[in-house]
């Protein structure tokens, strides 16, 4: 491989690590003779770094230069850092040889805003075409949409890659014009409508015709930045429901915000990212799409913030005993959900095997339930431990969260709780 190329690599693969939403899921995308690459079945094997984030993509930046200045982006403009740009035939050849060299599977790709957002697009488009028509290359690709860049470029895009995302970064558009004033949300949520109707277009079409391409079979998602301004909990969470809305819309990816420009007096002075308070919204993310939560459930004008020192379930339910102790031999799937310690599969678990006699915390211990913290809201067959109204949320809380006299991490962000 050409010195060159190596030294692009190493300059854009470092700029790039700053965007978490790269991983790969929900498309059937198979091999064809004579082709390469295969997304079939469970979608991409993922490597996880020590930090979590995926790696099994070569997530690359077409470049790091930008013509924008945003506060929070190690690559705005004013920065002074090494620059470094690949060809469209670069990059291609790039992929095509970590792949068969069997480091990858797939493509993550972004890229700074060069001349103008069409531009861009342009380019990344034909990064995306090339390998699929040139190379026939059958691999996982995700591409970003640059904000701003023109419905047939996004429409063009949607046929050669997998999934489509546009970073909305900051949860309100005051605060995105206070940190990066040359962005809007118009710009933001304009390719993301034109994804959605993509998707749904394809859709229609594969009803009619079985054969007719698809777009963006994985979806679409987006990123935000949590941390860099004031935004509460509560605010990002709506956001992001709103954005669920969507048919579209897989995942909202929360980014805990790293102090990379700390000269920039218009950004908060943090150690290190808010990283428990991205793992809380995480979880919230997760009872929002998969557990039947409401925003105003997990977080209201009482709490806007979400507790850091229990999750997000357990918290709801320590706010509200009135609904404990649930009766697992007669609970409805819902109310099954809402308890600390069972998970979506346990209470399917559940449903079906009280069909065929009561269940008993033996039972519920191997069905995989977190028995810890869901022996205090429930009752079942032989249970001898106080539920959370014999004790109190008080005493519940204490015994489910850090232990006493265990100092607190004080690089973290803290939110007092009345008790």
Same mark, same amino acid.
Not at 222 to 244: F, N, R
């Given at each position: 491989?050409?010195?060159?190329?190596?030294?692009?690599?190493?300059?854009?693969?470092?700029?790039?690590?700053?965007?978490?939403?790269?991983?790969?899921?929900?498309?059937?995308?198979?091999?064809?003779?004579?082709?390469?690459?295969?997304?079939?079945?469970?979608?991409? @094997?993922?490597?996880?770094?020590?930090?979590?984030? @995926?790696?099994?993509?070569?997530?690359?930046?077409?470049?790091?230069?930008?013509?924008?200045?945003?506060?929070?982006?190690?690559?705005?403009?004013?920065?002074?850092?090494?620059? %470094?740009?690949?060809?469209?035939?670069?990059?291609?050849?790039?992929?095509? #040889?970590?792949?068969?060299?069997?480091?990858?599977?797939?493509?993550?790709?972004?890229?700074?805003?060069?001349?103008?957002?069409?531009?861009?697009?342009?380019?990344?488009?034909?990064?995306?075409?090339?390998?699929?028509?040139?190379?026939?290359?059958?691999?996982?690709?995700?591409?970003?949409?640059?904000?701003?860049?023109?419905?047939?470029?996004?429409?063009?895009?949607?046929?050669? %890659?997998?999934?489509?995302?546009?970073?909305?970064?900051?949860?309100?558009?005051?605060?995105?014009?206070?940190?990066?004033?040359?962005?809007?949300?118009?710009?933001?949520?304009? *390719?993301?409508?034109?994804?959605?109707?993509?998707?749904?277009?394809?859709?229609?079409?594969?009803?009619?015709?079985?054969? %007719?391409?698809?777009?963006?079979?994985?979806?679409?998602?987006?990123?935000?930045?949590?941390?860099?301004?004031?935004?509460?909990?509560?605010?990002?969470?709506?956001?992001?429901?709103?954005?669920?809305?969507?048919?579209?819309?897989?995942?909202?990816?929360?980014?805990?915000?790293?102090?990379?420009?700390?000269?920039?007096?218009?950004?908060?002075?943090?150690?290190?990212?808010?990283?428990?308070?991205?793992?809380?919204?995480?979880? %919230?993310?997760?009872?929002?799409?998969?557990?039947?939560?409401?925003?105003?459930?997990?977080?209201?004008?009482?709490?806007?913030?979400?507790?850091? #020192?229990?999750?997000?379930?357990?918290?709801?339910?320590?706010?509200?005993?009135?609904?404990?102790?649930?009766?697992?031999?007669?609970?409805?799937?819902?109310?099954?959900?809402?308890?600390?310690?069972?998970?979506?599969?346990?209470?399917?678990?559940?449903?079906?095997?009280?069909?065929?006699?009561?269940?008993?915390?033996?039972?519920?211990?191997?069905?995989?339930?977190?028995?810890?913290?869901?022996?205090?809201?429930?009752? @079942?067959? #032989?249970?001898?431990?106080?539920?959370?109204?014999?004790?109190? *949320?008080?005493?519940?809380?204490?015994?489910?969260?850090?232990? *006493?006299?265990?100092?607190?991490?004080?690089?973290?962000?803290?939110?007092?709780?009345? #008790?």
């Amino acid at each position: 491989m050409d010195e060159s190329v190596i030294d692009k690599l190493k300059i854009l693969a470092e700029s790039a690590k700053y965007d978490v939403s790269c991983s790969s899921s929900g498309t059937t995308r198979s091999n064809q003779k004579g082709g390469i690459g295969n997304a079939a079945g469970w979608g991409i @094997c993922h490597s996880f770094a020590e930090d979590g984030r @995926c790696i099994s993509l070569l997530k690359i930046m077409l470049t790091n230069h930008c013509i924008y200045d945003c506060a929070y982006c190690i690559n705005r403009r004013s920065n002074d850092l090494k620059r %470094a740009t690949f060809s469209v035939t670069e990059l291609v050849n790039l992929t095509i #040889e970590f792949y068969r060299r069997n480091y990858i599977e797939g493509l993550f790709l972004s890229s700074g805003v060069v001349r103008n957002p069409d531009y861009t697009m342009e380019r990344l488009v034909r990064v995306a075409k090339d390998l699929r028509l040139v190379h026939r290359f059958n691999g996982y690709i995700h591409l970003k949409s640059i904000p701003g860049a023109s419905r047939e470029l996004v429409n063009e895009a949607g046929l050669y %890659a997998d999934r489509l995302s546009v970073n909305i970064e900051i949860p309100n558009e005051k605060s995105l014009q206070l940190l990066a004033p040359e962005k809007d949300f118009q710009s933001v949520f304009k *390719p993301m409508s034109y994804i959605q109707q993509g998707v749904l277009e394809s859709a229609e079409e594969r009803k009619k015709y079985r054969y %007719a391409p698809r777009f963006a079979p994985a979806g679409q998602s987006t990123q935000m930045i949590v941390g860099a301004t004031a935004e509460t909990d509560k605010d990002i969470l709506q956001l992001s429901s709103a954005l669920y809305q969507r048919p579209s819309m897989k995942r909202v990816y929360y980014s805990g915000y790293i102090p990379v420009n700390t000269y920039d007096n218009r950004l908060p002075v943090l150690k290190q990212a808010p990283l428990v308070r991205e793992n809380r919204l995480y979880q %919230a993310d997760w009872l929002l799409r998969f557990y039947q939560f409401k925003v105003d459930e997990i977080v209201n004008d009482a709490y806007p913030d979400l507790d850091l #020192e229990v999750d997000p379930k357990l918290s709801w339910a320590l706010r509200n005993p009135q609904a404990f102790p649930v009766d697992i031999n007669r609970a409805d799937y819902e109310m099954l959900l809402r308890v600390p310690g069972i998970g979506v599969k346990s209470a399917k678990l559940i449903l079906v095997s009280r069909r065929y006699g009561r269940l008993g915390a033996l039972q519920l211990k191997k069905m995989g339930i977190v028995m810890k913290k869901a022996q205090y809201f429930i009752t @079942c067959n #032989e249970l001898p431990v106080r539920t959370i109204n014999e004790l109190s *949320p008080l005493s519940v809380r204490s015994l489910l969260s850090r232990k *006493p006299g265990r100092k607190a991490d004080d690089r973290q962000q803290v939110i007092q709780f009345e #008790e």
